[in-house]
């Protein structure tokens, strides 16, 4: 405060006739113990009174409520020598809260008391402090949201994560804690499926991340909280339980709740009005009543978006390629997913720890936002995972001062494939090619597909803005035209004017070069139909067609460059009520692993192809094996399966198990595609 005085003209700690160093020196004292106590009594009041502000604006209000406060600190000082304008009241807060924030953490690093009692104002101070019990192992899921197997291998190889390298015993310094297992996804290679099926062990009827409902006449989109209440509404109704975390379990910065009770940035829950403390920003104002995590936070988003304009700059002087256009709102989209979320969702966690729950799930999404816009294997990326490392270390720090032990489960829910956008190699969107083949006109100009990253929607919902994404409708009001949605390289074709899921033989009818022309396109791998014939095909290139049932991995024909699995990815899509009329899976070359994304996005996900349907497992040692003898561990529901066998073998919550799941997991059987309905 003494350095601030006598750097800002409009601040003073001294009267008009001067004063000595001495009274200088206690009107600066007394003005900064006023300004901390207000800060630690009024500050959580105030908060309180302000839950009906949107998160970002109290985030931003922060400075001039810290300012009002410093303001009243001076007023009442007994020196009554303390004088500031408004402003420079706000900027003096805010030098001082970030400098105690600063300050404080590093003396907490060199002792441990201190750090403990800091991080203890981030538990939740309702929750009973004794456990009830014997003390048993806790279990914190910390799903790196976006990052393959692929990228986290690389990044620990280059020291990258030094934190994850130290679990997988690959520095030198110790033996290994931890296993690092890859996983595959279903076709539908993204977080709404894979979360959904990781927490509610359901990922039944999911075709996409945005599809079109024809019995609802609705477009499900996962990251509309409307869509994921009522998807996690039928995956609680086909499964019979609530969920992994049914028992004294939290659910942080997730699309679904898994059954927590206690729930934070929880999109399924975020167009609930009942009461506060289950309304989805709730997480949000927990972080910012503490006016130093706001300021850090604030400087630290400032900074980000810095960082971005200035990597974009680059990029776009270096003329990269692929690229994007990342301009606009996207800085401070970008800022609000790799800060803002990231340092709500991790004091949430170490909340959750401190408090002593016995599971905690949370998505911290900052890595796949970045790489969607940079490119999977892109500095811009990797620096992002260096942070999330730092935030692993954290964690990992804060677990030792809990009243319980815990294990720490890292593990990811989709990767992503790099490669240029379809429209940027061919010129035409995939709605712009169907238009051409059913005859329609085609606009000369291709409209931009905005992206549909996690981030987006947490940040139009902290705002309270709709959350629909431009162009896209609940209820199309068109009925002729043919509804084109895109899920990274995968793109849905529907009808709505046709009640039923239309035939191959029914769309040949109407549009005769529709599927040849999207089958023998450059850009597109294959497509899945269903057929009057054949009950489905897969239709590619040179009239290539066979017929569901008779899939097989390995064999010849448009499915071959997809790799194993690809078949069955396929054949239980094809299964599901609500796929669309015609499914179209964009070219994919195995020797570089690139996509062709029908979304502006040269980092993708939501189809086959490549390294985004490969995501990992990275678990304790304690724990069994994810798979017993090394199997392949297939499908979001079966790592469900595997994580609910961890909390039992933590003598955690006991979710609920028909016999059928739990003899199948004694005998280690991996096809878990199909969950079971408890009675």
């Given amino acids: 405060m003494l350095i601030l005085a006598g750097a800002l003209p409009d601040f003073q700690l001294q009267s008009a006739d001067g004063d000595s160093a001495t009274r200088i020196a206690i009107t600066a004292a007394l003005g900064a113990g006023g300004f901390g106590l207000l800060s630690a ?153 894979s979360q959904l099926g990781i927490l509610h062990g359901s990922t039944f009827d999911v075709p996409a991340f945005r599809w079109y409902e024809k019995d609802q006449r609705e477009i499900m989109v996962c990251n509309r909280p409307t869509s994921a209440a009522a998807l996690q509404r039928r995956a609680v109704e086909r499964t019979g339980d609530g969920g992994l975390l049914t028992a ?57 978006v810095g960082r971005e304009i200035g990597q974009s700059t680059r990029a776009r002087l270096r003329k990269d390629r692929p690229r994007v256009s990342r301009g606009g709102l996207y800085p401070l989209i970008r800022a609000f997913a790799t800060v803002v979320e990231r340092d709500v969702v991790v004091a949430a966690v170490m ?65 992503q494939s790099p490669g240029e956008t379809f429209r940027a190699r061919y010129g035409l969107t995939l709605g712009d090619l169907v238009r051409a083949g059913c005859g329609l006109p085609v606009p000369r100009r291709a409209g931009r597909t905005r ?61 005769p070069a529709l599927l040849p022309t999207l089958a023998n396109h450059p850009g597109v791998g294959f497509l899945l139909v269903r057929s009057a014939e054949h009950g489905g095909v897969v239709l590619g290139a040179y009239g290539a067609q066979i017929p569901v049932a008779e899939l097989a991995d390995g064999a010849r024909g448009p499915l071959a460059p997809f790799g194993r699995g690809a078949a069955d990815a396929v054949r239980r899509t094809h299964s599901f009520p609500h796929t669309a009329d015609i499914m179209v899976n964009s070219f994919h070359d195995p020797a570089d692993g690139e996509v062709l994304a029908f979304e502006e996005q040269i980092g993708s996900h939501g189809g086959l192809g490549g390294c985004q349907g490969k995501p990992f ?51 280690g059987d991996t096809d878990g595609t199909e969950p079971v309905a408890a009675p």
Wanted: net charge positive; proline share 6%.
């Fill in 41 to 193: 009594l009024v500050w959580p009041l105030m908060v309180r009174f302000l839950l009906l502000v949107p998160a970002l604006v109290l985030g931003l209000l922060v400075f001039f409520l810290n300012g009002a406060l410093l303001l009243i600190a001076l007023r009442l000082n007994p020196a009554a020598r303390g004088d500031a304008s408004p402003e420079t009241a706000v900027v003096v807060a805010a030098v001082m809260s970030a400098v105690a924030s600063a300050t404080g953490a590093a003396l907490a690093v060199r002792d441990d008391d201190a750090y403990r009692r800091r991080l203890y104002r981030l538990a939740d101070r309702r929750r009973r402090t004794p456990l009830p019990g014997p003390v048993t192992h806790g279990t914190v899921f910390l799903q790196l949201d976006g990052v393959g197997h692929d990228v986290l291998e690389a990044a620990v190889a280059k020291g990258l994560m030094p934190t994850a390298a130290r679990w997988l015993g690959t520095r030198g310094d110790g033996a290994a804690t931890h296993r690092l297992t890859p996983w595959r996804t279903d076709w539908s290679s993204q977080t709404g499926a």
């Fill in 248 to 304: 004294d379990g939290a659910s942080r910065g997730n699309l679904f709740s898994g059954g927590a009770d206690e729930q934070a940035l929880v999109l399924s829950i975020a167009a609930r009005r009942r009461s506060r403390e289950h309304r989805s920003r709730s997480g949000y104002f927990a972080y910012f009543s503490d006016p130093a995590n706001a300021v850090r936070t604030a400087l630290s988003f400032g900074a980000e």
């Fill in 617 to 667: 497992l990275l678990s304790p040692l304690a724990l069994s094996e994810p798979v017993a003898g090394g199997g392949d561990l297939v499908g979001a529901e079966r790592v469900h399966r595997v994580l609910r066998r961890w909390l039992r073998e933590c003598h955690g919550p006991q979710v609920p198990l028909t016999a059928g799941i739990a003899g199948a997991e004694e005998a």
């Fill in 451 to 511: 992206s549909g990253a996690e981030a987006r929607t947490a940040v139009r919902a902290a705002l309270r803005r709709p959350v629909e994404e431009g162009g896209e409708h609940h209820r199309p009001s068109r009925r002729s035209e043919p509804i084109v949605l895109a899920s990274g390289n995968l793109g849905l074709v529907s009808f709505p004017d046709v009640p039923h899921r239309m035939t191959k033989e029914e769309i040949d009818a109407r549009h």
């Fill in 351 to 415: 909340g959750d720890i401190l408090a002593g729950r016995t599971a905690v799930y949370a998505d911290l999404v900052a890595y796949d936002e970045v790489a969607h816009h940079s490119g999977p294997h892109s500095r811009d990326a990797e620096k992002v995972l260096a942070r999330l490392d730092r935030s692993l270390a954290l964690i990992e720090k804060c677990a030792e001062h809990a009243p319980r032990p815990y294990r720490i489960v890292v593990l990811s829910d989709h990767g």
